[in-house]
């Protein structure tokens, strides 16, 4: 449900969310492309600090792998989890927003 919401946000600004999976393992839930080049990467995780922490470190592992000479840096990056009341930016500039706090 959390990937057909972005996929609605994405859409009023005419972009497109993929999931990212690389030989390795590594995946990332959802990445938001806009036509224009930006790209947000965002992690689903719907339990609690442990979770988000893993989400944090998976962002960071995805970001890395980034040729970002060709393809820039990511607009932002941010978990996305349903068990934290606050907003808040976390190390290396991670956003992690509750769901409930996701608006057009």
Do not use: W
């Amino acid at each position: 449900m959390i990937v057909r919401d972005l996929r609605v946000y994405a859409d009023a600004l005419e972009g497109d969310v993929y999931h990212y999976r690389d030989k390795s393992g590594l995946e990332c839930d959802a990445v938001i492309c806009l036509h224009d080049g930006r790209y947000a990467l965002v992690e689903v995780k719907l339990g609690g600090p442990e979770l988000i922490a893993d989400g944090l470190s998976t962002l960071e592992k995805v970001a890395a792998r980034i040729d970002q000479a060709r393809m820039g840096a990511p607009a932002f990056c941010m978990v996305l989890t349903g068990a934290n009341s606050l907003c808040f930016t976390a190390r290396n500039g991670i956003h992690v927003v509750p769901v409930d706090r996701l608006a057009p």
